[in-house]
């Protein structure tokens, strides 16, 4: 079982930038696409971005893609999530996940050690 710990968070205004971290130990960490995924107030989680076990490739939800970079770091066994231009919609506790599979994946069922979340705030 792998381990998921998010940092990084924070309260920043419309258009700032934040980058979130996830370290992970335990299971090896660069068998298994990673992803994250955002839960805001009274809202279902949903997907925000993906990537393969190498890093190679990476998927984005249409909301952030443009906006938003995710990327990986074996030596580290850490993930990030580069976050720019930031809106008020994107106010949402950020989930880290570990996949099932080395392939990049949005099904939020098919990813199963989360992390504890971290808050993310953005002021208009």
């Known amino acids: 079982q792998v381990q998921l710990v998010e940092s990084g968070g924070g309260l920043v205004q419309a258009g700032g930038s934040l980058r979130l971290s996830c370290a992970a130990s335990g299971r090896t960490f660069d068998l298994y696409a990673m992803g994250w995924f955002r839960q805001a107030p009274g809202k279902e989680r949903e997907f925000v971005a993906t990537?393969?076990?190498?890093?190679?490739?990476?998927v984005y939800a249409d909301s952030v893609k443009g906006r938003f970079t995710i990327s990986r770091d074996a030596g580290k066994n850490t993930m990030y999530l580069q976050m720019n231009s930031l809106k008020p919609d994107d106010t949402a506790v950020y989930y880290c996940?570990?996949?099932?599979?080395?392939?990049?994946?949005?099904?939020?069922?098919?990813?199963?050690?989360w992390g504890q979340g971290t808050q993310v705030t953005v002021s208009s």
């Open positions: 990537i393969s076990w190498s890093g190679g490739k990476t």
């Open positions: 996940a570990t996949g099932s599979s080395p392939y990049t994946d949005y099904d939020i069922t098919d990813f199963g050690s």
